[in-house]
T-cell receptor, first 114, second 111 residues
Framework: KAGVTQTPRYLIKTRGQQVTLSCSPISGHRSVSWYQQTPGQGLQFLFEYFSETQRNKGNFPGRFSGRQFSNSRSEMNVSTLELGDSALYLC?????????????FGPGTRLTVL | GENVEQHPSTLSVQEGDSAVIKCTYS??????FPWYKQELGKRPQLIIDIRSNVGEKKDQRIAVTLNKTAKHFSLHITETQPEDSAVYFC??????????FGTGTRLLVSP
């Protein structure tokens, strides 16, 4: 079974632009979560989607948004990019999204904002 | 609250020694406690997890112990090998699929 995939793997943007990142979960997994990893702030939860509904959101500004499609694939969007948005963006999928469900991570998209 | 503290931040051991990393959390509602290993430039990979109805779980050289009363859980690695060198994160789950990551422990195993 294929693992979680993310595209693109690397991205360079300039301040003020917007960006869309994509995540394909493991086949059969219905929950997708997104995390931001930076050297200064570590790994932080962005949001989680299940059955096309956002169920949980981290403490990030409204410039960060996401969605999930009927096939469980998910996208996240960052508008009006700032230098501080440079980070590794990771998505994770899980099977049925219970409280004790395991999350499996994708390889991440490394975003650089110039 | 969502405070997660992880200690130590760095740990250097000789090959064959044991390593212990401790994680303390504040939210008593947490019921799922995973540990992830992240090698440089790679994704976090689950190495072991424990659920709140269990006190200890072991998988070969790796074990996790949970003390829900004290709100801490620990990762134990025995007979360490150079390939165990990586950053380890505890990440107790809070609410719907929200993992709250510790600050990480950089483990260095010297041959």
């Amino acid at each position: 079974k294929a693992g979680v995939t993310q595209t693109p793997r690397y991205l360079i943007k300039t301040r003020g632009q917007q960006v869309t990142l994509s995540c394909s979960p493991i086949s059969g997994h219905r929950s997708v979560s997104w995390y931001q990893q930076t050297p200064g702030q570590g790994l932080q939860f962005l949001f989680e989607y299940f059955s096309e509904t956002q169920r949980n959101k981290g403490n990030f500004p409204g410039r960060f948004s996401g969605r999930q499609f009927s096939n469980s694939r998910s996208e996240m969007n960052v508008s009006t990019l700032e230098l501080g948005d440079s980070a590794l963006y990771l998505c994770a999928s899980s099977l049925v999204a219970t409280a004790s469900d395991t999350q499996y991570f994708g390889p991440g998209t490394r975003l650089t904002v110039l | 609250g969502e405070n997660v503290e992880q200690h130590p931040s760095t740990l250097s051991v000789q090959e064959g020694d044991s390593a212990v990393i401790k994680c303390t959390y504040s939210d008593s509602a947490s019921n799922y406690f995973p540990w992830y290993k992240q090698e440089l430039g790679k994704r976090p990979q689950l190495i072991i997890d424990i659920r709140s109805n269990v006190g200890e779980k072991k998988d070969q050289r790796i074990a996790v112990t949970l003390n829900k009363t004290a709100k801490h859980f620990s990762l134990h690695i025995t007979e360490t090998q150079p390939e165990d060198s990586a950053v380890y994160f505890c990440a107790p789950k809070l609410g719907f699929q929200k993992l709250v990551f510790g600050t990480g422990t950089r483990l260095l195993v010297s041959p």
